[in-house]
């Protein structure tokens, strides 16, 4: 167990809806990061947060869009869902940011029909 | 460019027989590398990393891997495979951000 919890650990909805995905870090850890797992295309980075500041984006749709409260938990939220966004998606945490290790939740696993 | 290449994608062996997972990178200088386990519908584990200290790195469940910067290589090992070794297995350098191998499906027959 990372201490990195995310849920919903399942989500099954169709296309054109929105979600939203919860990640709460490990206690103390300030920086939060979204990666999405396809199955073409492996692990993909999409944003990190730091401390509640965006710090880095990777290849995040514009349709996502990502938030990390005072608590340090965060949320990815998804709209305009298409089938192609069908993938894992894992929260990671790590104590500062940088080349610090992060340890990785046990991802949400949505399923657009 | 940062990059990472993982040499395999499945690897089989034996239950007790060694296992070498092969990982190379390619950074402008010394990076943190990691490898990461993962079992099927769970997240990714870390099993070890490197930061410049030891070359030689000890992880958990038996693995090891070692950084050899003439090769730009830090392949994964383990003396004697165990069937619940059996997951995917990436490699990763952490530039500030993670770039992520493709990873490398590890098969332990019995």
């Known amino acids: 167990d990372s201490g990195v919890t995310q849920t919903p650990k399942h989500l099954i909805t169709a296309t054109g809806q929105r979600v939203t995905l919860r990640c709460s870090p490990r206690?103390?850890?300030?920086?939060v990061y979204w990666y999405q797992q396809s199955l073409d295309q492996g692990l993909q980075f999409l944003i990190q947060y730091y401390n509640g500041e965006e710090r880095a984006k990777g290849n995040i749709l514009e349709r996502f869009s990502a938030q990390q409260f005072p608590d340090l938990h965060s949320e990815l939220n998804l709209s305009s869902l298409e089938l192609g966004d069908s993938a894992l998606y894992f929260c990671a945490s790590s104590v500062l940011g940088d080349t610090d290790t992060q340890y990785f939740g046990p991802g949400t696993r949505l399923t657009v029909l | 460019a940062q990059s990472v290449t993982q040499l395999d994608s499945h690897v089989s062996v034996s239950e007790g027989t060694p296992v070498l997972l092969r990982c190379n990178y390619s950074s402008s200088y010394s990076p943190s590398l990691f490898w990461y386990v993962q079992h099927p519908n769970k997240g990714l584990q870390l099993l070890l990393k490197?930061?410049?200290?030891?070359?030689l790195v000890k992880g958990i469940n038996g693995f090891e891997a070692e950084f050899k910067k003439s090769e730009t290589s830090f392949h994964l090992t383990k003396p004697s495979a165990h069937m619940s070794d059996a997951a995917e297995y990436c490699c990763v350098v952490n530039t500030g951000k993670l770039i992520f191998g493709q990873g490398t499906t590890l098969q332990v027959k019995p």
């Open positions: 206690s103390g850890d300030l920086s």
């Open positions: 490197y930061t410049s200290a030891a070359t």
